[in-house]
């Protein structure tokens, strides 16, 4: 039975083009709405996985709960989470605009020592600011094993011998393997496990979950943010493949290269 | 080819310098329009769109493309019937029946008031019962409902490939040029006519521009200073799959498609998803020019983030209906939009030329449903000036200056949006937006306990409490109702002040009509072109006349005074003036001009057979009947005011209509009130003007009785002459006049109103008469006859029903029924031609019977 903390971050949808708010200290998610970015989504099916009581191999029966650090908005996310399979949720209420990453690292631990979480997952980076950060400080501010860019987790639970937590990380010659003892902290790199959407029924418990709002524990001293900056703009090209009928034999070998059709 | 910007990827074409018409956009409306242009004759048509084909981005590529077909508005269910009939011929439609299913009964209802609708426009569709629902959709749970609408032919439309298969073609007729990714950004209007369409691929040169461009229409006429009256809002929907139970059908879809009127929802299945729609969210408006670029957006422009928290409770109510299929095993919810569409303040259509900028038209605000059929109305007007099925209330020129401001758009459809699948009275009145446009005395209206109702923004006094006295003294004879949905937005008053009206006098605020000048020296020309009656009269006569389409059928009815030689006046009703006058101004030969006087005057109507002691006591003008005949005007002094006095009657009394300049109006009222006290003269409501009054003496109403698919000699309202001189519609006219009607106007009285339930039913109009044992009947035109007009008759102490029966039906005596909320109610034809039902002589208006006013 394994207790997982999986915390995630209300970002901007960052699907369409991207525009900056007017001040450029933040993505402007006024066409694309905001979202639990992708490597977060992943660590959130993870960890209903994980805690699930039946399932593939990994279900430990355990608990999964949902950690955000943001203002009362940021609440849409966490019933994302829920909705999905989360069974409890935690707020840490504040404006994460002033936080840098060892300000929230600070925050999600104080969380940790005083909930029994035996895993905690995290996304790899945030989509938004992309720090890479949290993960790690929050690891050596909690003393324990840290595992970054696995793209599955698994709990190994055998009788004798203390839970484990299984860790894989895709690398350019192969797949790495890490095993490493509980309690632990891994950050989840996309790729390795295809979220679930909500389901009718998940979204109507969500619903009902109260969440646990929590203060933070002092002042943040923040990362000094300037302001943000658009990468120019990446060249796109349009390659015409051919028009009518005769252009369906270059669209099937253009969708096997990619990958899309066998 | 390539290119570094997709954007500019296509424009690689050319783009041509000139076109016949551009259309501007390809969505299923801009589509079906170079379809129907093309079929039409028209060559060098450029269609415009900034998106991607077939998918541009916008409303089109994101709607549910279901089709219920019975509206309770007979345009809108005839656009859809013929949007129906293409989307079949274009072979992209699948029928699938469909349910709108009762949770309460009150709902139930207005289904058997639907069914009244669904009889009236010929579709079959039953009630029935939960059982029925399972047997076809064994999903749904019965026990939350009480029964359903049941509507065989309802289907869904592959929108997208019909928008593909329209520009087809057009282009295999070598009529169009279609430019894809190419964008509008300006327009260019000189001496008050579209010249010039600007694009990002150069400029266009055009005398035709037509705005086809669903949420983008109002940026779009901007440019060119018009305005498109409509939001963007958001409808929100979700798709929730695999569901076992369709998965393992064939097909897109292969279950009826519910609507769960109740809770403002629909479930829609599409492959092996559920689509779940909503109306139920609160409103949720952008402005144009707040949509996303195709580059900004996650999905398309008008896919915007969902907001789940305002879909919630839908979620709950849609589990509810069907646990079974939203809650199957591994059912998620996959796909889930705040998906935009268009709204108008009135819920109609934006279709014609703008008011503002002439060759400049729109053709927006348009449902899946009505898309194909809007396109063809809208060529056929382009080509002809008028269109077979008749689109008057959509008419974009309908909007006075008020109307087409944002904050109006903005208040009446977030109020109208929860109203999308709800039960909304023939009578209802809006929330919001009230108190816009006040009677010079409304204070005085006030104080006598006006109830008002809103037209185009006057406040109009329906009926007046201070005139509750008058139930006492008729008792009975005010045929009072005493069925809630009957009586809603009514009073027995108002049939009080009928009565009154017609023993003493009335005195009632018209402040509401649309009046206009034609003048200058082709003055006679212009009116004697547009009207059917002779208009080449002496100074100071008053014509009631009806104006015509090229095809004959009705564009108005309406009243002018010719003041001077060169000097006409035009008064008609407020709800439809603004068209009125855009008809006057556009068949205008030079030398005339056409002026809105809308806001300058007031009218007061003054009738009864007290009339003219009461006029008399304030003038000394010889107002005798031969001093001052029927259907004659001048100006008359009441003290130290100048008025124009009209004699002419909606009511069919002795009477006046004064017009009086707008800042004196309230001072000619009260003089009227203090000269007709000791009359007992009362102030009167528009319930009477509009309903009881008009209807006792057989008077048609333009949009009621009359409208472009009706003809003078269906209406019963042809003279013995026709005028040598031309006018629109004389040719049309002509011929009607020499062939068979195929419809006959006829009022008739309900025999008996008792119900099955014992209780008195009054019917407010759009019912179909049936034979007495409930037969069906069809008219020569392929119609049903339904009521145009329903209200009580006081001074015959019946309910009078008027509707366009087939000839064979329409004699005097001829039995028939009516059916009301699905049961039968008997009637009986009282005439088949004007001739009233009171007063058949018309001795009143004459005024030769004062001397005995008591009926």
């Known amino acids: 039975m394994t207790n997982v903390l999986v915390c995630i971050k209300r970002v901007p949808d960052a699907a369409g083009e991207v525009t900056l708010t007017a001040d450029a200290q933040a993505v402007d998610a006024r066409f694309v709405g905001f979202t639990i970015s992708a490597h977060e989504n992943c660590a959130v099916e993870l960890a209903v996985r994980i805690a699930s009581q039946e399932g593939s191999g990994t279900a430990t029966g355990g608990t999964a709960t949902v950690l955000t650090l943001g203002t009362d908005d940021a609440v849409e996310q966490l019933r994302t989470a829920l909705g999905l399979g989360c069974s409890a949720a935690v707020l840490i209420e504040a404006d994460p605009a002033g936080y840098g990453p060892a300000d929230v690292a600070r925050e999600i631990a104080a969380v940790v020592e005083r909930g029994a979480y035996d895993l905690v997952l995290l996304g790899n980076d945030a989509a938004d600011t992309g720090d890479f950060q949290v993960g790690i400080r929050l690891a050596h501010a909690l003393g324990r094993p840290v595992v970054n860019g696995a793209s599955t987790v698994e709990v190994s639970q055998e009788e004798g011998t203390a839970d484990t937590a299984i860790a894989r990380v895709a690398g350019p010659d192969g797949v790495e393997t890490y095993q490493v003892p509980m309690p632990a902290v891994v950050t989840v790199l996309e790729g390795g496990v295809e979220p679930r959407y909500p389901t009718i029924s998940g979204r109507m418990k969500a619903k009902k979950v109260k969440i646990e709002t929590v203060a933070p524990q002092r002042e943040p001293s923040g990362s000094g943010r300037v302001r943000l900056l658009l990468p120019p703009a990446q060249p796109s090209a349009v390659e015409v493949l051919g028009e009518g009928p005769d252009a369906a034999k270059a669209v099937v070998d253009l969708l096997e290269k990619l990958g899309v059709a066998r | 080819m390539t290119a570094s910007d997709a954007r500019s990827a296509s424009p690689a074409r050319a783009i041509p310098a000139t076109a016949r018409v551009v259309v501007i956009g390809a969505g299923i409306v801009g589509n079906s329009l170079v379809h129907h242009l093309a079929q039409l004759g028209w060559r060098d048509i450029v269609q415009i769109d900034k998106g991607p084909l077939p998918n541009p981005g916008g409303s089109t590529g994101h709607a549910s493309n279901f089709i219920f077909p019975v509206d309770h508005s007979r345009e809108l ?4 019937l013929d949007s129906m009939r293409q989307y079949k011929e274009l072979g992209v439609f699948t029928e699938s029946g469909g349910y709108e299913v009762a949770r309460t009964e009150e709902r139930m209802e207005e289904l058997r008031r639907r069914m009244s609708s669904a009889r009236a426009w010929g579709v079959p569709a039953e009630l029935v019962t939960p059982d029925h629902v399972v047997e076809r959709v064994p999903f749904l749970d019965k026990d939350k409902i009480l029964g359903a609408f049941w509507c065989p032919s309802v289907g869904v439309v592959d929108s997208l490939r019909a928008g593909t298969l329209f520009r087809e073609s057009a282009l295999a007729l070598g009529a169009l040029t279609v430019l894809s990714t190419v964008e ?20 266009i040169e055009a005398e035709t521009v037509v705005i086809a461009c669903g949420v983008w229409s109002p940026k779009l006429a901007t440019m060119a200073g018009a305005s498109i009256p409509l939001t963007p809002a958001v409808h929100q929907m979700i798709s929730v799959g695999p569901i076992p139970q369709l998965a393992e059908r064939p097909g897109e879809i292969s279950f009826p498609i519910v609507r769960d009127m109740d809770t403002f929802c629909y479930e829609r299945q599409h492959g092996a998803d559920m689509e779940v729609g909503s109306y139920a969210h609160r409103a949720i408006l952008y402005d144009a020019d707040e949509i996303p670029s195709i580059e900004q957006s996650k999905l398309s422009p008008t896919e915007l983030p969902f907001t789940a928290d305002d879909f919630d409770p839908q979620l709950e109510q849609a589990f509810e209906l069907m646990p079974d299929a ?14 935009l569409l268009s709204l108008t303040p009135d819920g109609g259509p934006l279709l014609g030329e703008t008011p503002e900028v002439k060759g400049l038209w729109s053709a927006a605000a348009v449902w899946i449903k009505e898309g194909p059929g809007v396109g063809r109305a809208v060529a056929e007007w382009m080509t002809h000036g008028h269109s077979e099925i008749d689109v008057h209330h959509a008419d974009i020129a309908r909007f006075y200056p008020h109307q087409r401001t944002r904050a109006y758009v903005r208040s009446r459809t977030s109020e109208a949006f929860n109203k999308t699948y709800g039960i909304v009275h023939p009578g209802e009145q809006w929330d919001g937006e009230r108190g816009k446009r006040l009677a010079p005395m409304h204070a005085a ?4 306990g006006a109830e008002f109702f809103e037209t185009v923004g006057w406040e109009r006094p329906f009926w007046y409490r201070s005139n509750e006295a008058l139930l006492g003294e008729y ?7 005493e069925n809630e949905w009957d009586s809603r937005w009514w009073s027995p008053i108002i049939n009080a002040e009928h009565l009154a009206m017609r023993e003493r006098a009335g005195i009632v605020d018209l402040s509401a009509f649309a009046v206009f000048d034609v003048v200058g020296p082709a003055a006679e020309q212009a009116v004697q072109g547009t009207v059917v009656a002779q208009a080449a009269v002496a100074d100071g006569r008053v014509i009631y006349t009806p104006v015509l389409d090229a095809k004959g059928g009705f564009r108005s009815d309406l009243t002018v005074m010719r003041l001077a030689h060169d000097h006409y006046r035009v008064v008609t009703g407020g709800l439809h003036g603004m068209a009125d006058l855009k008809w006057f101004a556009d068949h205008a030969p030079a030398g005339a001009a056409v002026v809105d006087q809308t806001s300058a005057f007031t009218t007061i109507g003054l009738w009864g057979p007290r009339a003219r002691d009461i006029l008399g006591r304030l003038t000394d003008a010889d107002i005798s009947h031969e001093g001052f005949p029927f259907l004659s005007c001048r100006r008359i002094e009441l003290g130290n005011i100048e008025v124009l006095a009209s004699r002419i009657s909606y009511v069919g009394e002795l009477g006046w209509e004064l017009y009086a300049p707008m800042e004196q109006g309230a001072r000619v009222w009260d003089l009227l009130h203090e000269a007709g006290r000791p009359d007992g003269a009362v102030p009167v409501g528009i319930g009477v003007y509009g309903t009881t009054g008009r209807l006792e003496k057989g008077y048609r109403a333009y949009g009621f009785e009359l409208d472009g698919d009706r003809t003078i000699v269906e209406a019963g309202m042809g003279r013995p002459k026709v005028k040598n001189a031309g006018f629109v519609g004389r040719d ?3 011929a009607q006049r020499a062939a068979a009607p195929q419809a006959v106007l006829c009022t008739m009285t309900v025999d008996d109103h008792t119900s099955a339930a014992g209780g008195k039913r009054y019917m407010l109009g759009g019912e179909p008469i049936l034979t007495r044992d409930g037969g069906t009947l069809t008219d020569g035109h392929g119609h049903h006859p339904y009521v145009t007009s329903a209200g009580s008759a006081p001074s015959l102490g019946a309910h009078v029903l008027m509707a366009y029966l087939p000839p064979d039906q329409a004699t005097v005596g001829n039995e028939l029924a009516v ?3 699905e049961e039968l109610y008997p009637v009986t034809v009282r005439s088949n031609d004007a001739t009233p039902l009171f007063d058949p002589t018309n001795e009143r208006i004459k005024g030769q019977n004062s001397e005995n006013a008591e009926p």
């Not at chain 2, 269910?77 to 859809?80: C, I, M, N, R, V």
């Not at chain 2, 008792?475 to 109702?481: M, N, T």
């Open chain 2, 445 to 448: 209206q006030r104080a006598a």
């Open chain 2, 77 to 80: 269910a005839d656009l859809t």
């Open chain 2, 184 to 203: 509008v950004v300006g327009m260019d209007v000189e001496e008050g006519r579209i010249r010039r369409v600007r694009t990002t691929g150069g400029d």
């Open chain 2, 732 to 734: 049309a006219y002509l």
């Open chain 2, 475 to 481: 008792g009975d004879r005010v045929l009072p109702r």
């Open chain 2, 326 to 339: 939203l809650g199957a095993d591994g059912a998620e919810i996959r796909y889930a939009i705040n998906g």
């Open chain 2, 819 to 821: 059916s009301y909320m």
